[in-house]
Nanobody, 117 residues
């Protein structure tokens, strides 16, 4: 059973950048696609970016061109570089297997991203 620990969230001004990290307790090599999800207050959790073991990426339209997902299988870590942040990016961010390719693992605690002036 893989467990995920997210970090890197913070309060940032609009237009700013953050880099989130997701450290897995076990090997992520066996996970075909890993994704970053977010959940804003009062809204459902949504998938914003995912990356396959081969490096193919997919993004939610609203973050395309601003967010970049990457994975380091040797370090069992997945990253999310977020640039040009907007207030609507405010949410708790989580990582997990991409639900479109497999069953979800247990959710971690997530990391809070707040975009505000």
């Amino acid at each position: 059973q893989v467990q995920f620990v997210e970090s890197g969230g913070n309060l940032v001004q609009p237009g700013g950048s953050l880099r989130l990290s997701c450290a897995a307790s076990g090997s992520i090599i066996s996970i075909y696609a890993v994704g970053w999800y977010r959940q804003a207050p009062g809204k459902r959790r949504e998938l914003v970016a995912s990356i396959t073991s081969g490096g193919r990426t997919n993004y939610k339209d609203s973050v395309k061109g601003r967010f970049t997902i990457s994975r380091d299988n040797a370090k069992n870590t997945v990253y999310l570089q977020m640039n040009s942040l907007k207030p609507e990016d405010t949410a708790v961010y989580y990582c997990n297997e991409d639900y479109q390719y497999g069953n979800l693992y247990s959710w971690g605690q997530g990391t809070q991203v707040t975009v505000s002036s």
